[in-house]
């Protein structure tokens, strides 16, 4: 866990803990509204039953779906724990790492 500290730059075991907490609620609350979010959109699994992609297609849509909610997620709820700064800095850290450094270019590393 020192490390893990270290490396987040956090000082006490119960930012650690809020942490942790803001990441389980996230977690399960992005792939808890990716489904009444097809359904709102009208593309629940009932109109992939049929045709060449079945469940594939629905499944995937999903997962899809789940990584933008769970960005907008993390922040929120991080800000409702009052750990804002630190989940923002996180996720301009993740997207600058998927883009490839074309992202937030002068974060620093």
């Known amino acids: 866990m020192k490390k893990l500290k270290e490396r987040w730059g956090i000082h006490s075991n119960f ?3 809020i942490i942790f907490i803001v990441f389980a609620i996230t977690g399960s609350s992005s792939v808890y509204v990716a489904k ?5 959109v009208n593309l629940d699994r009932a109109h992939f039953h049929e045709g060449f992609w079945g469940g594939f297609g629905y499944y995937t849509l999903r997962i899809l779906l789940i990584f933008p ?3 907008v997620l993390l922040i929120v709820i991080g ?21 490839g450094g074309l992202l937030f270019s002068s974060t620093k590393k």
């Open 69 to 71: 909610f769970y960005q």
């Open 15 to 17: 930012q650690l803990v």
């Open 36 to 40: 009444p979010f097809l359904e709102y």
């Open 79 to 99: 800000s409702i724990f009052g750990q804002f700064k630190f989940f923002w800095n996180f996720e301009k850290k993740m997207l600058n790492r998927m883009s």
